[in-house]
């Protein structure tokens, strides 16, 4: 079956650590992307990349990294420069066609909670 | 930037009607209907193109005023299936082929036997 992969489910981590989420997907998309959600506040988005070896970043990009050495990956490092960083965390990704509008499949997401 | 949905949350008995409104500032390419159980992905329901473009799934439709830079999801007789947040996400003119949605801060569905 395809579709895509998150992992940890619940993540905890002390205060000043650096934390990597990660996300697989055997869907054979080009597109992913990493959201941030929030009470309230709906889905913000991280970072996203189109094409292997190559991202940009979103809205909220500021004490996040991320790669994309490998089409089917696109870990996620919440680093310690990250003021807030408990929130629940999802991955989605999308094809790329030329002249196509497509929806963005979602992983289950991961719960981070900094202690 | 971001969409404002209206209402922000919504009680119904089932078999009653609901409609969620997805509004823009910016022009719209396209929106994206998400419904999201809690703790759980988001779940695609439907994209809207053209101007004035209605789809429907079952229920649940939905329509695109490209004029008004909104979007409307339509319930109809709902379920108790239907209880969650919706979400839309909204993609500007211009944006290619990144995919990028900018979405909602999501209405809140609770129907009740």
């Known amino acids: 079956d395809g579709g895509i992969t998150q992992s940890p489910k619940y993540l905890f981590r002390k205060e000043g650590q650096n934390v990597t989420l990660s996300c697989e997907q055997n869907l054979n998309h080009d597109a992913m992307y990493w959201y941030r959600q929030d009470p ?12 292997v070896n190559d991202f940009q970043k979103g809205d909220i990009a500021e004490g996040y990294s991320v790669s994309r050495e490998k089409k089917e990956s696109f870990p996620l490092t919440v680093t310690s420069a990250q003021k807030n960083p408990t929130a629940f965390y999802l991955c989605a990704s999308s ?13 289950p ?3 981070l909670t900094v202690l | 930037q ?3 949905q209206s ?4 009680i119904l008995r089932e078999g009653e009607d609901a409609v969620i409104n997805c509004s823009s500032s910016k022009a ?7 419904r999201q159980k ?4 988001p779940v695609f329901l439907m994209i809207l193109l053209k101007g004035g473009e209605q789809k429907g799934h079952d229920k649940i439709s939905a329509s695109f005023n490209e004029k008004k830079q909104q979007s409307s999801l339509y319930l109809t007789a709902s379920q108790l299936s239907y209880s969650g947040t919706y979400f839309c996400g909204t993609r500007r ?5 990144t995919g990028k949605l900018i979405f909602g801060q999501g209405t809140t569905l609770q129907v009740k036997p």
Do not use: C, K
């Open chain 1, 40 to 51: 309230g506040q709906g889905l913000r988005l991280i970072y996203y990349s189109q094409i």
């Open chain 1, 95 to 107: 094809t790329r066609a030329s002249g196509r509008v497509d929806e963005q499949f979602f992983g």
């Open chain 1, 109 to 111: 997401g991961t719960r």
């Open chain 2, 2 to 4: 971001q969409p404002v």
């Open chain 2, 7 to 10: 209402p922000q949350a919504v």
């Open chain 2, 28 to 34: 719209l390419y396209s929106v994206h209907w998400y």
């Open chain 2, 38 to 41: 809690h703790g759980e992905a």
């Open chain 2, 93 to 97: 003119p211009g944006s290619g082929n």
